[in-house]
């Protein structure tokens, strides 16, 4: 699939999985150092060196993950706005608006690199880690856009309950009891539960839903009902999978 022309203000579904669709994410650890970078290569700045804060011996149930008080930086300048993620254990999903000309390409060269060799360093292993450039597509209808975040936040799912694709989910009680219980997506934090917070920028899809972007108490209710009456073929042609 050919890359769109990323413009300033644009919103893009990005994809990426491990090269031979291998697991890219091998323990919480792996999943944490991940949203980290997700903040922390967010910024025209260079990074700060992470090797220090991220050894082996750090538990990474103490990783600063949503706020970030280490000393000396400069005011981040942020490349993209993260509207929603999704991390699955061989493969990730972004819906990213980009706020600076360049910003995608920068902020996922960032990602991939420093992801890579941290994961690289960690496993003694080398060369690539993901399947070649990122995907992406252009999410130009308001339909894309209604959907999408709703089909990214429901696919941990494959992981207990891979019917739903197929609208067999029995039980989206039992489905959504089970999204709840998923750290590694933005789920949590369209629901009012603080997860990520300073890792996406919630205010665009609120104002988009409801017309307010502090208004995001209705996010559980409406994605119950898109599992009860799921139809993805609207949002086929941007799904990247």
Same mark, same amino acid.
């Given at each position: 699939m050919k890359r769109p022309q990323f413009v300033t203000d644009q919103i893009y579904h990005v994809y990426n999985r491990? $090269?031979?669709?291998?697991?890219?994410?091998?323990?919480?650890?792996?999943y944490f150092r991940f949203i980290h970078d997700l903040y922390e290569f967010n910024d025209e700045n260079p990074a700060i060196n992470m090797n220090f804060y991220f050894g082996n011996s750090v538990d990474p149930t103490s990783l600063l993950l949503w706020k970030s008080d280490?000393?000396?930086?400069?005011?981040?300048? @942020?490349?993209?706005?993260?509207l929603c993620?999704?991390? @699955?254990?061989?493969?990730?999903?972004?819906l990213l608006r980009q706020i600076k000309d360049g910003g995608i390409t920068e902020f996922m060269r960032k990602i991939g690199t420093g992801y890579t060799n941290y994961f690289n360093?960690?496993?003694?292993?080398v060369g690539a880690l993901f399947q070649g450039?990122?995907?992406? $597509?252009? $999410?130009?209808?308001?339909?894309?856009?209604?959907?999408?975040?709703?089909?990214i936040h429901l696919n941990p799912l494959d992981l207990s309950m891979p019917e739903w694709r197929d609208q067999k989910i029995r039980s989206p009680k039992k489905a959504m009891r089970f999204l709840e219980s998923y750290r590694w997506s933005s789920f949590l934090d369209y629901t009012g539960k603080k997860n990520y917070p300073s890792v996406i920028s919630k205010d665009f899809l609120a104002d988009f839903y409801?017309?307010?972007p502090t208004s995001i108490v209705d996010y559980r209710k409406d994605i119950t009902e898109w599992l009860k009456n799921l139809d993805i073929s609207g949002i086929q042609d941007i799904i990247l999978e």
């Amino acid at each position: 699939m050919k890359r769109p022309q990323f413009v300033t203000d644009q919103i893009y579904h990005v994809y990426n999985r491990g $090269v031979e669709k291998r697991n890219v994410f091998l323990n919480d650890k792996d999943y944490f150092r991940f949203i980290h970078d997700l903040y922390e290569f967010n910024d025209e700045n260079p990074a700060i060196n992470m090797n220090f804060y991220f050894g082996n011996s750090v538990d990474p149930t103490s990783l600063l993950l949503w706020k970030s008080d280490f000393h000396s930086r400069k005011e981040r300048k @942020m490349l993209v706005e993260i509207l929603c993620f999704c991390l @699955m254990p061989n493969h990730f999903h972004l819906l990213l608006r980009q706020i600076k000309d360049g910003g995608i390409t920068e902020f996922m060269r960032k990602i991939g690199t420093g992801y890579t060799n941290y994961f690289n360093t960690k496993n003694d292993r080398v060369g690539a880690l993901f399947q070649g450039k990122f995907k992406a $597509v252009h $999410v130009q209808t308001q339909s894309h856009l209604l959907y999408l975040p709703h089909y990214i936040h429901l696919n941990p799912l494959d992981l207990s309950m891979p019917e739903w694709r197929d609208q067999k989910i029995r039980s989206p009680k039992k489905a959504m009891r089970f999204l709840e219980s998923y750290r590694w997506s933005s789920f949590l934090d369209y629901t009012g539960k603080k997860n990520y917070p300073s890792v996406i920028s919630k205010d665009f899809l609120a104002d988009f839903y409801y017309g307010s972007p502090t208004s995001i108490v209705d996010y559980r209710k409406d994605i119950t009902e898109w599992l009860k009456n799921l139809d993805i073929s609207g949002i086929q042609d941007i799904i990247l999978e």
